[in-house]
Each structure stands twice: as C-alpha cells, then as structure tokens.
C-alpha cells in the first residue's frame, strides 16, 4: 500500500485551507439495487436510480479532504427493493467499508451494518442533488449520512479522534431530516436506526468506540507485518472497551456493528495467538456475543474450520 494513505489526515488539514476543486473526490463506491422481489413490468426505474446513486456517491465532494485514485475509500452500498408504489421505494441498505493494512494486501472491513429503515420517494430520471445546509431528499440525506460516517469511521481509524469534522456533518443530516418525519430518523425510536448509529460513536457513554478503532487498526493491524505478537497484543487489549460499552450501553448499535464488521476478522487473528491471549479474547466475546458461538469457539480453539 502506498504509505501516502497514511498521511491523508494531515493532507486533510492543509486541504481545507485550499479551495474545494483542488482536493480530490474521496469515495469509491460500488452500488447495486436489488428490486428482484418487486413485480413490475418495466424495472427501468431501478436501473436509472442505481446509476444515479452511483453518480452521486463518486462524483459528490463530502469534504475538502485531498484523496489520490488509489487512496479513495472503497465502499458498498446494497439496496434490496422490498416495496415500490407510487414513486416510494421501501427495503434495506446494506453498507460497507474497508481499508487496506499497511504495508500488506490486506484489506479490513470498517463498516458492515444493514439499515433496514429505508423509505424514499423517487421518479425515474429525477437529480439528486446534494446540498450540507438543506434537506434536498430523503433518498439524499440517507446518502449523505452514511458518506459521512464511512470518512468518519475511516478517519478514526487512522488518527485518534480523526473524524470529528465527518461526525458533525452526519449530526447536521440527522438534526435536518428528524424535522421531516420520514422513516429512520426519529431519536430513541430504534435502537438500530440512524441517530442510533451516530449516537453509538459520539455519545459520551460509548464514544470509546472510537478509541477502540484508531488502536485496533492503526496500533494492532497495522503494526503486525512489523510484529504480528504485538500487534496482535494491542488487539486484544482493544476488546476491553467493548466490556466498558456493554456495562453503560448494552443495547448499542456499535457493538452488534463491532460484530459484523469484525467477528470474522478476529477468528482469523487468533489462530496463531497462545492459548492464554485465545481464552482472554474468548471470554469476552462470548460474554458479548453469546449467540455467536460457533465463531467464537474458533477463537478458543484457534481453529478457523
């Protein structure tokens, strides 16, 4: 990997200091819209709003962060079409991120996390334009949410703290879309909707999240090419926020995230661990996670068959 990542949020301060076409475009998303459960003659709308979701989330600047082609952050974002009546569009969203381990091929997953609130309204061929200060669409808020906790998340990951500016902006979607009534964005109402999501990385109870991110990947991953013992250590120390987020917060949405996006990973790390950092690591993921048995005793056996 290009060690040029690695200063990027460095980059990001001088950047904001220049003006907005200088700094390159920062996501590299792939999009998909499944509506194969919707009965239609002509499915062409779901083609057109694929493309144009495509469009917008490679084309739209999030930030005046400065990213080169190859350090833009790879994406997904998975639409299932379940209902579709009179221009509104209702299913899930599936959305994923990842970034490379320095100085490896590896690649580790940052976000795997499924919205299953999702309702818009969309005509065929409709813009969708994009706008930090006014609430242009649902569809659009949805969007710009999650860009900008997948920089958010991104940046963590790299420097402590680093995705303040990411998390400020997806408040501001959240504050203007909860004044719209539209689905997915009331506070409280869903312990896994989209405020609930932002509240997981920046209430003050479980914000530790962040923490847990810039040391897990930074000071764990991608440290182990150099020393997979230690880096492989400083993970393993990383679970404990887990257990302080479970005893203040024990139905947030950032450790079933935690889950999806690294449980896998995890299985895979420890294989090579001693018994000692396996039955550390094992004890409280089961603790955790206690319907996730068959990944975690892997972990004790430091098997991945």
Known sequence: ??????????????????????????????????????????????????????????????SNAQFSINEKIDCRLFFTIKEYNDNTIIGDLQVQSSRPVYNSTYTTTLINFKDTKIEFSYQENEPLLFSENNMESNLTAILNFYAYMI???????????????????????????????????????????RPAVLAAYTDPNTSILRTLFYEYHRLGLDEMVLSPDKGRAKISSTLDYLKKIYDVAPMSVGLSMFKDAKLDELVNLYTKASQTERDNAYEILSSLYPTENDRTNKIKTGTNK
């Open 151 to 193: 920089l958010a998340i991104d940046f963590d990951s790299f420097s402590l703290k680093g995705g303040d500016q990411f998390y400020e902006k997806a408040q501001n979607v959240v504050q203007m879309a909860q004044s719209s009534g539209e689905s997915g964005w009331k506070a409280f109402e869903d312990t896994k909707n």
């Open 1 to 62: 990997m290009n060690i040029t990542r690695y200063i990027t949020i460095l980059i990001f301060c001088i950047c904001s200091l220049l003006s907005h076409s200088v700094c390159g475009q920062e996501l590299n998303c792939q999009v998909e819209v499944n509506a194969d459960q919707i009965q239609t003659a002509n499915k062409q709308v779901f083609k057109t709003l694929e493309e144009a979701i495509n469009e917008y989330m490679n084309t739209t600047k999030f």
